[in-house]
């Protein structure tokens, strides 16, 4: 079993940054890869970035590649997804998920998710 709780979120304007953390609970961290998505108002939930067990290998969505860094201390049981030139269409839930089956692009891929960080970025 493995706890997620984002962090970070909150309201910024257009070009400006947010980091957004993921607090995981457990001794299995290293055991899962882990990924962000986010969901707008009325749109389906969508994939963000994602980044393996050992923190070697990253893979973003078209949408913030060049713009985001998705980031992991498997030490700290931290993983993290620093935003930058952030644009209005970026606001959403922003979600925390761990897999272990593989399909790390969808999310039937993740197995725990957090709850969520709002972010706001205003025009």
């Known amino acids: 079993q493995v706890q997620l709780v984002e962090s970070g979120g909150g309201l910024v304007q257009a070009g400006g940054s947010l980091r957004l953390s993921c607090a995981a609970s457990?001794?299995?961290?290293?055991?899962?890869?882990m990924g962000w998505f986010r969901q707008a108002p009325g749109k389906e939930r969508e994939f963000v970035a994602t980044i393996t067990r050992s923190g070697d290998s990253t893979y973003y969505a078209d949408s913030v590649k060049g713009r985001f860094t998705i980031s992991r201390d498997n030490a700290k049981n931290t993983v993290l997804l620093h935003m930058n030139s952030l644009k209005p269409e970026d606001t959403a839930v922003y979600y925390c998920?761990?897999?272990?089956?593989?399909?790390?692009?969808?999310?039937?891929?993740?197995?725990?998710w957090g709850r969520g960080t709002q972010v706001t970025v205003s025009s």
């Open positions: 457990g001794r299995t961290f290293s055991s899962y890869y």
């Open positions: 998920a761990a897999g272990s089956r593989g399909g790390r692009l969808r999310d039937e891929g993740y197995d725990y």
